[in-house]
């Protein structure tokens, strides 16, 4: 592959051609084509220009394009690692509403419960006490 049909391939990629395009007007290998834009950055140029950014965002933690599924629920991360990152950072937009005070079996202090309106100890070593008399 010669410098200019590099040139060529990149500005096709550039102006949305699928790799199956650029084969049929250049007369070479899509293998080739496809090898040849990937390994040079040009894998993604296509799906991306297409979209014009309708069906793709921004994943919230890292900003890396999150392709959407037409007829879902929109994804805001790219993966569960950028989603559970980007949680532990933002605590406070949490929406906790399964949070109950309650008091102490064994102890009588009063403690928060989150998802257990039931709970009867504010800690294990509360519920070993009581349960069976400190021994464990």
């Given at each position: 592959?010669?410098?200019?049909?590099?040139?060529?391939?990149?500005?096709?990629?550039n102006?949305?051609?699928?790799?199956?395009?650029?084969?049929?007007?250049?007369?070479?290998?899509?293998?080739?084509?496809?090898?040849?834009?990937?390994?040079?950055?040009?894998?993604?140029?296509?799906?991306?220009?297409?979209?014009?950014?309708?069906?793709?965002?921004?994943?919230?933690?890292?900003?890396?394009?999150?392709?959407?599924?037409?007829?879902?629920?929109?994804?805001?991360?790219?993966?569960?690692?950028?989603?559970?990152a980007?949680?532990?950072?933002?605590?406070?937009?949490?929406?906790?509403?399964?949070?109950?005070?309650?008091?102490?079996t064994?102890?009588?202090?009063?403690?928060?419960?989150?998802?257990?309106?039931?709970?009867?100890?504010?800690?294990?070593?509360?519920?070993?006490?009581?349960?069976?008399?400190?021994?464990?």
């Amino acid at each position: 592959m010669t410098d200019q049909e590099k040139q060529q391939i990149a500005i096709y990629r550039n102006q949305g051609l699928s790799y199956t395009a650029i084969s049929n007007r250049m007369e070479i290998s899509v293998n080739s084509i496809k090898t040849y834009c990937k390994r040079n950055g040009l894998g993604g140029v296509r799906a991306f220009e297409k979209t014009n950014g309708a069906d793709v965002c921004a994943c919230e933690n890292c900003g890396t394009p999150v392709k959407q599924n037409p007829g879902r629920k929109k994804k805001r991360f790219c993966s569960d690692k950028c989603r559970n990152a980007w949680w532990n950072v933002h605590q406070d937009e949490v929406n906790k509403k399964a949070n109950y005070e309650c008091v102490c079996t064994y102890c009588n202090k009063p403690f928060i419960s989150y998802g257990n309106k039931h709970r009867k100890y504010c800690s294990h070593q509360c519920y070993i006490e009581d349960r069976f008399g400190g021994a464990y």
